[in-house]
């Protein structure tokens, strides 16, 4: 089907939702679905259930590997590549801009108060998301419910993830759900003065071993979160707040919104941590480091995935993981929150976009974004 669709066409399809897709993973998987299988007919409808099910099966971000999975369709591991790029490369571009203006006016009260408003914003979505997802890959079953609690709980007592505790649950999932056989037979560094300024990040000039532990560190979050783009927030705040102290919870909040008011995937909220930590060449490590893994996941088992694809034990072990990240985002929302929900506005803030993303319909979450960043510029950014 995709043979004689010109890969510039292809390409620029890509670029363009990456530049106006909003809405989150599951939204842009439906405007590909809609766009690619049912409007140009470029994509079969069999070719589009098989990406999806390999990036639900897979580790990292599902738009984004859904999208590199569709390239690879197209033109094999060269389409896969230049789709990755022509899909991230508009938010990628975005998130710099803003990290720039973020980091040059953090101490200005404009901005603190533009993200007085829109941290409450943030915390009502990460909450909605949760209980979408609940309702999504949880459902009635009690095990998973059981993953998710002591995951939201673990979360929320720690105030981090805890990588072994996701992978004890694909494997409690699996053992209950779909044992294995065996088991059924039983019972700064110095750099050229220019070029300073691409290291600096909110803390000053970065050097080498940090630019390399962020690479590391956000490979291994690409690598291993499962779920939808706000799976990533957990494991990030773990490891970027607690574990290496590049952000305080302050700025972490921020990065997500960022992440949110831009189109494209949610997991590019990395290459603003990454611009703040160590200045613009961070945020390309960070997010070249999170994005790479992503792209190994679809192009490697692409030609062979289809043997697995069904297995029981392979869909239990998934099934048990995104229970976790659920529960994690979950926990996440609830730590966060504790920080940005600080007085009687920002609880009004909540309700108000809990209620408003409930009873409108469509509603983009930038847009709601935005007006409670102008609502909490006017209450605090002003009065300073």
Same mark, same amino acid.
């Given at each position: 089907?995709?043979?004689?669709?010109?890969?510039?066409?292809?390409?620029?399809?890509?670029?363009?939702?990456?530049?106006?897709?909003?809405?989150?993973?599951?939204?842009?998987?439906?405007?590909?679905?809609?766009?690619?299988?049912?409007?140009?007919?470029?994509?079969?409808?069999?070719?589009?259930?098989?990406?999806?099910?390999?990036?639900?099966? +897979?580790?990292?971000?599902?738009?984004?590997?859904?999208?590199?999975?569709?390239?690879?369709?197209?033109?094999?591991?060269?389409?896969?590549?230049?789709?990755?790029?022509?899909?991230?490369?508009?938010?990628?571009? +975005?998130? +710099?801009?803003?990290?720039?203006?973020?980091?040059?006016?953090?101490?200005?009260?404009?901005?603190?108060?533009?993200?007085?408003?829109?941290?409450?914003?943030?915390?009502?979505?990460?909450?909605?998301?949760?209980?979408?997802?609940?309702?999504?890959?949880?459902?009635?079953?009690?095990?998973?419910?059981?993953?998710?609690?002591?995951?939201?709980?673990?979360?929320?007592?720690?105030?981090?993830?805890?990588?072994?505790?996701?992978?004890?649950?694909?494997?409690?999932?699996?053992?209950?759900?779909?044992?294995?056989?065996?088991?059924?037979?039983?019972?700064?560094?110095?750099?050229?003065?220019?070029?300073?300024?691409?290291?600096?990040?909110?803390?000053?000039?970065?050097?080498?071993?940090?630019?390399?532990?962020?690479?590391?560190?956000?490979?291994?979050?690409?690598?291993?979160?499962?779920?939808?783009?706000?799976?990533?927030?957990?494991?990030?705040?773990?490891?970027?707040?607690?574990?290496?102290?590049?952000?305080?919870?302050?700025?972490?909040?921020?990065?997500?919104?960022?992440?949110?008011?831009?189109?494209?995937?949610?997991?590019?909220?990395?290459?603003?941590?990454?611009?703040?930590?160590?200045?613009?060449?961070?945020?390309?490590?960070?997010?070249?480091?999170?994005?790479?893994?992503?792209?190994?996941?679809?192009?490697?088992?692409?030609?062979?995935?289809?043997?697995?694809?069904?297995?029981?034990?392979?869909?239990?072990?998934?099934?048990?993981?995104?229970?976790?990240?659920?529960?994690?985002?979950?926990?996440?929302?609830?730590?966060?929150?504790?920080?940005?929900?600080?007085?009687?506005?920002?609880?009004? +803030?909540?309700?108000?976009?809990?209620?408003?993303?409930?009873?409108?319909?469509?509603?983009?979450?930038?847009?709601?974004?935005?007006?409670?960043?102008?609502?909490?510029?006017?209450?605090?950014?002003?009065?300073?």
């Amino acid at each position: 089907m995709t043979g004689g669709v010109p890969l510039r066409a292809f390409l620029a399809y890509f670029l363009r939702l990456g530049m106006f897709g909003f809405g989150g993973p599951i939204a842009l998987a439906g405007y590909m679905q809609r766009d690619l299988v049912e409007t140009r007919r470029w994509i079969t409808e069999e070719e589009y259930l098989r990406g999806l099910a390999l990036a639900q099966l +897979m580790p990292g971000p599902l738009a984004a590997q859904l999208a590199i999975y569709l390239g690879w369709v197209r033109a094999g591991v060269v389409g896969a590549t230049l789709v990755a790029g022509a899909f991230i490369l508009p938010s990628f571009v +975005m998130v +710099m801009a803003l990290s720039a203006v973020y980091v040059h006016y953090q101490g200005l009260a404009f901005m603190q108060g533009l993200f007085y408003g829109i941290g409450a914003a943030v915390i009502a979505i990460i909450a909605r998301s949760a209980y979408k997802l609940v309702k999504m890959t949880i459902r009635k079953d009690v095990l998973l419910w059981i993953v998710f609690a002591v995951n939201a709980a673990v979360i929320a007592a720690t105030e981090r993830e805890i990588l072994w505790l996701f992978l004890l649950s694909g494997a409690a999932a699996l053992v209950v759900k779909a044992p294995p056989a065996f088991l059924r037979r039983s019972p700064p560094a110095m750099v050229l003065p220019w070029a300073g300024w691409l290291f600096t990040g909110v803390h000053g000039a970065a050097d080498w071993p940090i630019l390399w532990r962020v690479g590391l560190y956000f490979a291994e979050a690409g690598a291993f979160v499962f779920g939808s783009g706000l799976a990533i927030v957990p494991f990030l705040h773990g490891g970027v707040v607690d574990r290496f102290h590049w952000l305080d919870d302050r700025q972490f909040l921020d990065a997500v919104a960022v992440a949110m008011i831009t189109p494209g995937p949610v997991v590019i909220t990395v290459a603003f941590i990454g611009y703040l930590v160590a200045g613009p060449l961070g945020g390309v490590v960070a997010a070249f480091g999170v994005f790479v893994p992503s792209w190994l996941t679809v192009v490697v088992p692409a030609p062979y995935y289809q043997r697995i694809a069904g297995n029981a034990s392979v869909k239990a072990f998934v099934d048990g993981v995104s229970a976790a990240a659920t529960g994690a985002i979950a926990g996440a929302a609830f730590v966060l929150g504790r920080r940005a929900i600080v007085d009687l506005p920002t609880v009004i +803030m909540l309700a108000a976009t809990l209620a408003t993303l409930t009873w409108v319909k469509r509603l983009p979450e930038p847009l709601v974004i935005l007006v409670a960043g102008l609502i909490g510029l006017a209450l605090k950014g002003l009065g300073r």
